[in-house]
């Protein structure tokens, strides 16, 4: 098995030159050994660096890896187009995906992937599927508030009492994906009126981690991420949670929302058998499994896999409904950006 090439950043909307100066050093290697398959991945990189082992492994081809941002790398695959040597494109978070696919550029979904994901997790295009999932959490300081002090809503965090006491990072993909599902369940004008309440109220902070630092410390109250942050810190040392604990909104509140991460196959890629191959894979019970085992902490969403942490319950959350499919990436930015956000 070859070492798999990996483009460790790829660049997104600063366009073709500046993607080809990263591509560089690339060339040589896949050149001399072009690979069977490549994938855009903007999912974690360390957990690719994994897997794509193991594909190679059982599959006997050979992967080249480049890994980036969601929204810069959906975009520059729009700006590709059937051009992009991509044959797989893999997101964190939804509305990158939906980009890609609103541009008409991805093939169906393989029908292997289609039948093990829940039909919840694939949008109504069918030209894609789901197979991690995280969920919106509040990390709160144990010494300051208590769970019962929270809020019955995350939209409620952008009321004036919570002024200076909740933080989140909104120039991350992350945080974008969660006003993307409020945008979906509120309407417009509840989705700018709140995240015009946060700017007044919220702290703004660099990234999730930071997010979880500033909670932990008791720089804030409560502060707005994904689950599996606090998971992992706690599966290590523990120094970023050991003062904080997690609250899972319930109801279908807009606060419960699973960000689901997507792979889809490219119209356009020259590799479409080992592509449908990879994920098939990528959705197999035995790919879940590992995914779930590893250090990603992240759901699956193939039901025959499941985390063996203690982590909560994948059937005890209770996320709202959501058309993973209308979560709308570009006009999240629009309205985030009239709020100052960004």
């Known amino acids: 098995m070859r070492t798999p090439c990996t483009l460790r950043r790829f660049a997104g909307l600063a366009g073709i030159a500046a993607a080809a100066a990263l591509i560089t050093p690339l060339s040589a290697c896949s050149i001399l050994n072009p690979p069977d398959l490549v994938i855009y991945n903007a999912q974690h990189e360390e957990l690719l660096d994994q897997l794509v082992p193991l594909f190679e492994e059982e599959s006997g081809l050979d992967v080249e890896l480049r890994s980036g941002q969601d929204l810069e790398m959906a ?3 729009v700006e590709e187009g059937t051009d992009s040597p991509a044959d797989v494109f893999l997101t964190e978070n939804s509305p990158a995906m939906s980009i890609v696919d609103n541009a008409g550029l991805f093939s169906p979904a393989p029908t292997g992937a289609l039948a093990t994901i829940p039909a919840a997790y694939v949008p109504s295009s069918k030209n894609w599927v789901g197979f991690l999932a995280r969920s919106t959490v509040v990390m709160y300081n144990t010494d300051t508030v208590t769970e019962a002090d929270l809020p019955a809503s995350i939209l409620d965090f952008a009321e004036p009492q919570w002024q200076g006491r909740v933080g989140f990072s909104p120039t991350g993909a992350d945080f974008q994906a969660i006003v993307s599902a409020v945008l979906e369940l509120e309407g417009e004008d509840a989705t700018r009126a709140w995240l015009k309440g946060l700017k007044a109220n919220g702290v703004i902070l660099q990234n999730n981690l930071v997010v979880m630092q500033s909670a932990n410390a008791g720089e804030i109250d409560a502060g707005i ?13 523990g120094s970023d949670s050991d003062s904080s604990a997690l609250h899972f909104f319930g109801d279908q509140d807009p606060g419960a929302f699973l960000s689901v991460s997507g792979a889809g196959i490219l119209k356009s890629s020259e590799h479409a058998e ?8 990528l959705t197999s019970t035995d790919a879940q499994q590992a995914m779930a085992e590893s250090y990603a902490l992240e759901y699956p969403l193939n039901p025959a896999a499941s985390l063996n942490r203690e982590v909560k319950p994948f059937d005890e959350l209770e996320p709202p409904a959501v058309d993973i499919s209308k979560l709308n990436g570009p006009q999240v930015t629009e309205l985030m950006t009239e709020a100052g956000l960004l």
Not at 274 to 281: G, K, L, S, T
Request: hydrophobic content about 40%; proline content about 0%.
């Open 225 to 237: 991420a994904y689950h599996y942050y606090w998971y992992r810190d706690r599966a290590e040392s």
């Open 75 to 77: 975009n520059q695959i």
């Open 274 to 281: 080992a592509a449908e191959q990879f994920v098939d894979w």
